[in-house]
């Protein structure tokens, strides 16, 4: 039973979902061993940690761990990980998570295993990686005392077991060369609002739609379902979106309650990216286009055509 430290992300005082999906897999591998979380100077989304599984929570508090910078938040991993004597260094498979925990792994020429679906046994220990974008689920084993994975997004269901955990709060050591990679600026997207990876629906238009003009039915109906709105990357290529609405292999993974692709052919790649989602609907003039291999329910025809008849439908059952 090793012991298991995992790293929680946060937002606004509550632990990413993908986090608390991180402390299941943290859980499953520590097989009733002891699971301790880590939280970076987030002590209002630490305190409900006990109830998904940690046995101990840990918060690093330094006025310079404020705005993300992965060395910086390595060597608080790491340091965690040596004073609770863990085996197994758990993380969120996101970009910001992978990116740390690869630090990691480098600094102390640790094996890390990024994007696990489950993982047993030290070891080795056995892995499933999802691979190629998440077409493949790889069966792997990793060697060696102490191990980094990461879970990735969605695929491990969160542990609600209603705990309670002791929260502890330290001040990391950190020095000038941990600080260089840094963010110093954020630019908001110019988005609805509504987060892509969180979305209970979202609606995407791909280079069918034409320009970035032609997403006005897309955009309207995705504010009637109060959904985020999605693209392809042919769309982000050619500049009608911006790369934050990108869903895909090299954009953002979701999985929402429905998917709404329209003038998107369901290339591998971007079916990596809404493979997760629980229902599929493709709009598609092209009953041959690979999406409907994936899709739940399809509609052949033009999607200025469909997506107004769609929305206009809702508009007059709501009476609206
Ligand atoms: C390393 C790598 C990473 C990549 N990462 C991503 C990624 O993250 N996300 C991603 O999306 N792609 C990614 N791609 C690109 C991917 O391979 C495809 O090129 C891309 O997804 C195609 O976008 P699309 O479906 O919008 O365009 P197309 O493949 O051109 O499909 C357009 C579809 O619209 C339909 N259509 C046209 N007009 C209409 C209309 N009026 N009404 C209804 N349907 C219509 C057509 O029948 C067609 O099926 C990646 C590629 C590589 C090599």
New binding site residues.
């Given amino acids: 039973m090793p012991a298991v430290l995992v790293y929680v992300t946060t937002s606004d005082g509550a632990a990413d979902e993908v986090a608390l999906q991180a402390l299941a897999l943290g859980a499953q591998v520590a097989a009733g061993g002891p699971v301790h979380a880590l939280v970076i100077g987030d002590a209002v989304a630490a305190a409900s940690l006990g109830a998904y599984g940690a046995s101990q929570v840990h918060v690093a508090e330094h006025a310079s761990l404020a705005a993300f910078a992965p060395d910086a938040r390595a060597r608080v991993i790491a340091d965690c990980a040596a004073s609770v004597g863990a085996a197994v260094i758990v993380g969120p498979g996101t970009e910001g998570g992978n990116t740390v925990l690869a630090r990691v792994a480098a600094r102390a020429d640790l094996p890390f295993s990024a994007n696990c679906s489950s993982a047993s046994g030290l070891n080795p220990m056995s892995v499933t990686r999802s691979r190629w974008?998440g077409s493949l689920a790889e069966a792997a084993r990793l060697h060696g005392d102490r191990v980094v994975i990461s879970a990735a997004p969605h695929t491990v269901a969160i542990n609600q077991t209603g705990g309670s955990a002791a929260v502890s709060t330290f001040a990391p050591a950190l020095d000038d060369a941990d600080l260089v990679v840094r963010v110093v600026d954020k630019v908001a997207p110019a988005a609805s609002g509504i987060s892509l990876a969180e979305a209970k629906v979202v609606v995407s238009?791909?280079?069918?739609?034409?320009s970035e003009a032609g997403f006005a039915p897309v955009e309207d109906l995705a504010g009637l379902l109060g959904a985020a709105v999605g693209?392809?990357?042919?769309?982000?290529?050619a500049g009608w979106r911006s790369h934050t609405a990108?869903?895909?292999?090299?954009?953002?993974k979701i999985a929402p309650d429905l998917y709404i692709?329209?003038?998107?052919?369901?290339?591998?790649?971007?079916m990596?990216?809404c493979r997760g989602a629980k229902k599929i609907l493709a709009?598609?003039?092209?009953n041959e286009?690979?999406?409907m291999g994936d899709a739940d329910y399809a509609v052949i025809?033009?999607?200025?055509?469909?997506l107004p008849a769609i929305s206009a439908e809702i508009r007059r059952v709501r009476g609206a």
């Fill in positions: 974008g238009g791909g280079r069918g739609v034409g693209c392809s990357r042919a769309v982000t290529i990108q869903v895909g292999q090299t954009g953002t692709a329209a003038g998107i052919s369901g290339a591998t790649q971007h990596a990216g709009i598609n003039k092209d286009a690979p999406i025809g033009d999607l200025f055509e469909v």
